[in-house]
């Protein structure tokens, strides 16, 4: 055979396309309160609790109550996601970008949603007539996992110490969810493997084959943030933050327990994509994807900050 034969050795190439690995839109928004926002900012009122009084005597004069009022402030921000395909490119291509940008964009922007979502969970809430009261999660919505005598990865006792707070709060009688990662999940693993009879619910929650321990649906997001100080108030007993003299070291993960109803998503416009024509690139296709939401924590005692240690 000529040795030539490699000249007209060709290279296939697959018309077919797929997207890396990632997060393929919002986990979060599908579980916490969403309201439509037509302007910069919104404000959402509340009521506080009350006590009943009891009458003394008869023909007794009437006696009122100050019904606590209270207000929480939503701000507008706009984000969008953008990029162009010339025409010339579409000729040397074996398949149109144009779908497979507008798929990566909106995965994009659910992701986004998310972050949103942490931030307000995690943040400060700004509440009053002007919406100018800064709110903080103070160490009395905070926890960190705990094994007794030091700082700890997730696990049981410290499920239980969360719930234990959602109860004492009046938060028992809605859905709780736990948001974290992959290793909190496997941390609860390893903790029940060999001292539990919980070992198999977990082990299905690791698998994916339900989603729900304890009372908690577990929400895997890979995208928490982690603690950039250690806290040295912390009392490794309990868990609780504020009085102890332990410590929680440096990068603990921020994980979020929560009612969904204690955090809010303001959509002034949701999330919503084109593809134009630029007469200004030389009439490139531009795939665009944008959006226009808020978010805020409703009530303080709906979300606890767990921090553990990985």
């Not at 977990?202 to 995208?223: H, P, Q, T, W, Y």
């Not at 603990?252 to 200004?280: F, H, N, T, Y």
Request: aromatic share 8%; net charge negative; hydrophobic share 35%.
């Amino acid at each position: 055979m000529s040795q030539f034969v490699t000249e007209h050795m060709v290279k296939q190439f697959s018309s077919n396309v797929w997207h890396l690995s990632q997060q393929k839109g919002s986990r979060l928004r599908g579980i916490v309160r969403t309201e439509t926002l037509n302007g910069e900012s919104g404000f959402y009122d509340h009521y506080g609790p009350v006590e009943a009084q009891e009458k003394i005597g008869r023909h007794s004069d009437t006696t009122y109550q100050e019904t606590p009022h209270g207000r929480r402030r939503v701000t507008m921000n706009d984000y969008f996601w953008a990029d162009l395909v010339d025409k010339e490119d579409k000729l040397r291509l074996i398949h149109d970008p144009e779908s497979q940008y507008a798929k990566a964009a909106m995965m994009a922007m659910g992701r986004k949603m998310d972050d949103i979502i942490i931030e307000a969970a995690l943040g400060t809430s700004y509440a009053g007539k002007e919406g100018g009261t800064p709110k903080v999660l103070e160490d009395a919505n905070k926890i960190g996992a705990f094994d007794g005598s030091a700082s700890s990865k997730l696990n049981v006792r410290t499920l239980r110490a969360i719930k234990k707070k959602f109860n004492q709060n009046e938060v028992d009688m809605e859905q709780l969810y736990i948001i974290c990662q992959a290793e909190q999940i496997d941390n609860l693993l390893g903790e029940t493997e060999t001292t539990s009879a919980d070992y198999n619910t977990v082990r299905a929650l690791v698998n994916g084959d339900i989603d729900s321990f304890m009372g908690f649906k577990f929400i895997r997001l890979e995208r928490l943030p982690v603690t950039s100080a250690a806290i040295t108030n912390f009392d490794a007993s309990n868990g609780s933050l504020g009085s102890g003299s332990d410590t929680i070291a440096i990068n603990a993960r921020r994980v979020i327990a929560c009612a969904g109803s204690g955090l809010m998503l303001a959509l002034g416009s949701d999330v919503k994509g084109r593809i134009d024509e630029l007469p200004a690139k030389h009439y490139a296709k531009q795939v665009y994807a944008s959006m226009s939401m808020g978010a805020t924590r409703l009530e303080e005692v709906k979300v606890v900050e767990v921090l553990c240690k990985e």
